[in-house]
């Protein structure tokens, strides 16, 4: 069945980096756009950054823009999210999002919590 793991959040004190991943099986992990999104309580989910199937083609909000860079490995089916320079803001929990051409190509994983504080 499909699986998006993700993996690397914690706490990290402001200015400082982490590094996210997302491992991905039950599906044709090299055809999918992937994604990054993050939600506050009390807030919708927002896109954080996207990478096109190949890798070829990054967006990102701009509020995050210049501090994350978003990578994958289609050897490993594996989504990465760089972080640095972290802010309080930054903090969310963080999801991984696999996008197909159908609208029912649209996967999930659980999340993984990022806590920026001192």
């Known amino acids: 069945q499909v699986q998006l793991v993700e993996s690397g959040g914690g706490l990290v004190q402001p200015g400082g980096s982490l590094r996210l991943s997302c491992a991905a099986s039950?599906?044709?992990?090299?055809?999918?756009?992937m994604n990054w999104y993050r939600q506050t309580p009390g807030k919708e989910r927002e896109l954080v950054a996207s990478?096109?199937?190949?890798?070829?083609?990054?967006a990102y909000k701009d509020s995050v823009n210049g501090r994350f860079t978003i990578s994958r490995d289609n050897v490993k089916n594996t989504l990465y999210l760089q972080m640095m320079s972290l802010k309080p803001d930054d903090t969310a929990i963080y999801y991984c999002?696999?996008?197909?051409?159908?609208?029912?190509?649209?996967?999930w994983g659980k999340g993984t919590l990022v806590t920026v504080s001192s």
């Open positions: 999002n696999a996008r197909g051409w159908r609208n029912d190509m649209n996967y």
């Open positions: 039950g599906f044709t992990y090299s055809t999918y756009t």
């Open positions: 990478i096109s199937s190949v890798g070829g083609t990054t």
